[in-house]
């Protein structure tokens, strides 16, 4: 399972009559193809004020997936095969 998470922390100061007109958009494609690296762009979250864009952060992959082989299927089936039988 791919995790993400944002690069950075981000604030944005807004008065209270324009709290309510933060929105933001999730940006990401539609499939990702393996393998797919710890730290790599995978997308980015794009947030905007009354409609005008604000700020811009990136989705990152907070684990690596490897590209499925016959030898790391194997491996994966066999962990946990084994782990049904303790």
Do not use: H
Not at 9 to 21: A, D, Q, W
Not at 23 to 41: F, V
Not at 51 to 74: C, E
Request: glycine share 4%; net charge positive.
């Amino acid at each position: 399972m791919l995790m993400q998470f944002l690069k950075k922390t981000i604030g944005i100061l807004v008065s209270k009559s324009n709290i309510n007109k933060v929105t933001y958009e999730i940006n990401l494609p539609d499939s990702l193809e393996a393998p797919i690296y710890e730290g790599q762009k995978i997308g980015e979250v794009i947030y905007y004020i009354d409609g005008i864009q604000n700020s811009t952060v990136n989705l990152i992959a907070k684990n690596t997936i490897k590209k499925l082989s016959f030898s790391n299927m194997l491996t994966y089936t066999l962990k946990k095969w084994f782990t049904l039988l303790r």
